[in-house]
Nanobody, 123 residues
Framework: QVQLVESGGGLVQAGGSLRLSCAASGLTFNAYAMSWFRQAPGKEREFVAGITRTGVTTSYADSVKGRFTISRDNAKNTVTLQMSSLKPEDTAVYYC????????????????WGQGTQVTVSS
């Protein structure tokens, strides 16, 4: 079965960095656009960053542009989110998601989801 497994979350001080990874199995990885979403307590799940099947095109939420970088390795079936200059408002559970159709900011369009990894940024 399809599995997306996130790792790399944790507690970091404001201004610090974290690197999230998502390992995919059970799917043809290079057929899927991949994205990261996040959900803070009491808030809706929101798009953070996405990357197309080939990795040529990326997209970012305005709130993370210039601070986060998404990348993928189709040979290793992994997608990574490098986060820097972290802010307390980045605190959330971060989810990896796969979309067979296209890179999209709408969470409902994604086919598979990971279980999430907690990122906590202290002030």
């Amino acid at each position: 079965q399809v599995q997306l497994v996130e790792s790399g979350g944790g507690l970091v001080q404001a201004g610090g960095s974290l690197r999230l990874s998502c390992a995919a199995s059970g799917l043809t990885f290079n057929a899927y656009a991949m994205s990261w979403f996040r959900q803070a307590p009491g808030k809706e799940r929101e798009f953070v960053a996405g990357i197309t099947r080939t990795g040529v095109t990326t997209s970012y939420a305005d709130s993370v542009k210039g601070r986060f970088t998404i990348s993928r390795d189709n040979a290793k079936n992994t997608v990574t989110l490098q986060m820097s200059s972290l802010k307390p408002e980045d605190t959330a559970v971060y989810y990896c998601a796969a979309n067979l159709r296209t890179l999209h900011t709408f969470a409902g369009s994604y086919d598979y989801w990971g279980q999430g990894t907690q990122v906590t940024v202290s002030s």
